[in-house]
């Protein structure tokens, strides 16, 4: 498939917007702003409230340890991204611990009645812009309830005491009307806050699974640039082998018609001969090779048929197939060929690895997903060559044999829609899962 190089564009510089949010999110937060501009209000309050003898009824003491609380978590958080921690973590904690202070501070300053509550706001935002959607619903919930509790539990503030006062002195209705209005604050601050985590929530897991695809997309181009590279070099290493070939050709036949030869020598010619006989075939199949087809096969029955095909070329393998639940049942699926090059190239790396000796269990699944497990009780792999397999060509001798036929492999299993993982056994050697969906046509009972 061909990407547009508009779309490559886009992807790379989404993935440059997600990588940075996801790296320097506390920086991009409004929280340290908003944090620092609370602490100074709050810093300016209390030497008010000092100078006028606090005449309002602020308490003082509480804002002061509202204030120097917010000035230590800034500078923790400062801090802590310095020493490269968690910045997931960081900004989850960063957001209770501000939705704590800003409860206490309204808690002791008359509660629902204190215009603060607004900022509760802030957090539900910032969770939803840089958390995940479960920990930003907790959030907002745990928010609307504590702004509701406000209601009932709060500690009396003269200032908005004083105004509810005077408003209801001597009306009854002005109290009343005082609470709907307070009310009618929540029910609406509560319906747009989870409206706002809902849908910033949603647009930001939008952004991300598209920046997914397209990175997926990205991927595989370059694997397609990658082959048709690959197919170009081959081309051109297969033409240039045909000139050293036909020179060989005519050196084979003044050997062969040379009379004299020791009866050693004349059978190294007519090794030669074979040789040269084997390197022309290949040269012949690999122009004469065509894009693999989807067929219908009887999966078990084909593969017991390739099995013994593999082994009639590879007569020094020694192999133990084990069929997993259901072993009684065949299955008539539709099979990409690709599906099969991909196979034996883990099983040939397996057997060279395993110095002769594979495992292969198979397993079909209830949701009709093939499940392949090979395994050779020799070798290892380094944690570099796991991390990179089928991503690279790792270049390492044999009897490990990891490079172009993995790469090969794993690329053939994903356009299929399956993956290939490598993983080194807790016993020794090595183990290949392959993973495969199928399109099922039937069942059928052996």
């Known amino acids: 498939m061909k990407i547009k190089p508009i779309s490559l564009h886009t992807s790379h ?4 917007l997600l990588a940075f949010l996801s790296h320097h999110g506390h920086q991009l937060s409004l929280m340290p702003y908003a944090r620092l501009g609370m602490s100074l209000v709050l810093l300016l309050v209390i030497i008010y409230s000092i100078l006028t003898a606090n005449r309002h009824g602020f308490p003082i003491l509480v804002l002061l340890q509202i204030a120097l609380s917010m000035i230590l978590l800034s500078a923790f958080l400062n801090y802590a991204e310095r020493r490269h921690y968690s910045t997931a973590n960081l900004m989850r904690f960063s957001l209770v611990v501000d939705s704590i202070l800003l409860t206490e501070l309204i808690y002791f300053t008359g509660g629902a009645n204190n215009p603060l509550t607004v900022l509760y706001i802030l957090p ?30 709060y500690r009396p503030f003269s200032l908005f005491e004083h105004d509810l006062a005077g408003h209801s002195h001597g009306h009854g209705s002005h109290d009343n009307s005082m609470l709907i209005h307070l009310i009618g604050m929540w029910i609406t601050f509560s319906f747009s806050a989870l409206l706002a985590m809902l849908w910033i929530s949603g647009l930001v897991q939008t952004v991300r699974s598209h920046e997914m695809r397209l990175q997926e997309a990205y991927h595989r181009q370059q694997e397609d640039e990658y082959w048709l590279v690959m197919g170009m070099q081959t081309a051109g290493l297969a033409h240039e082998l045909s000139t050293p070939l036909n020179n060989l050709e005519l050196i084979y036949e003044e050997l062969h018609n040379t009379s004299g030869l020791s009866s050693s020598a004349r059978a190294d010619v007519d090794l030669m001969a074979a040789q040269l006989d084997q390197c022309k075939r290949s040269l012949t199949r690999l122009k004469q090779i065509r894009p693999p087809k989807e067929q219908q096969v009887y999966l078990y029955e084909e593969l017991k048929e390739r099995l013994a095909h593999w082994r009639n070329l590879r007569p020094g393998v020694h192999y133990q197939w084990q069929r997993g639940p259901n072993s009684q049942k065949d299955y008539h699926v539709i099979l990409h060929e690709s599906f099969w090059y991909a196979l034996f190239n883990i099983l040939n790396n397996a057997a060279d690895a395993g110095e002769q000796g594979v495992e292969l269990h198979s397993v079909v699944t209830s949701y009709n997903e093939l499940n392949l497990t090979i395994y050779n009780r020799k070798g290892h792999l380094s944690e570099k060559q796991l991390s990179r397999a089928g991503l690279d060509i790792i270049d390492s001798d044999k009897p490990f044999g990891l490079g172009l036929g993995v790469r090969l492999a794993h690329a053939s299993l994903s356009r299929l829609g399956g993956s290939l993982e490598l993983s080194n056994h807790s016993e020794g050697g090595v183990r290949a899962y392959i993973r495969l969906p199928l399109q099922v046509v039937d069942k059928i009972e052996e």
Do not use: D, M
């Open 13 to 16: 510089s989404q993935h440059k």
């Open 124 to 153: 539900i935002i910032n969770a939803a812009l840089f958390c995940s959607p479960r920990f930003a619903r907790i959030l907002t919930g745990v928010i609307i309830i504590s702004y509701l509790l406000l209601f009932f539990q």
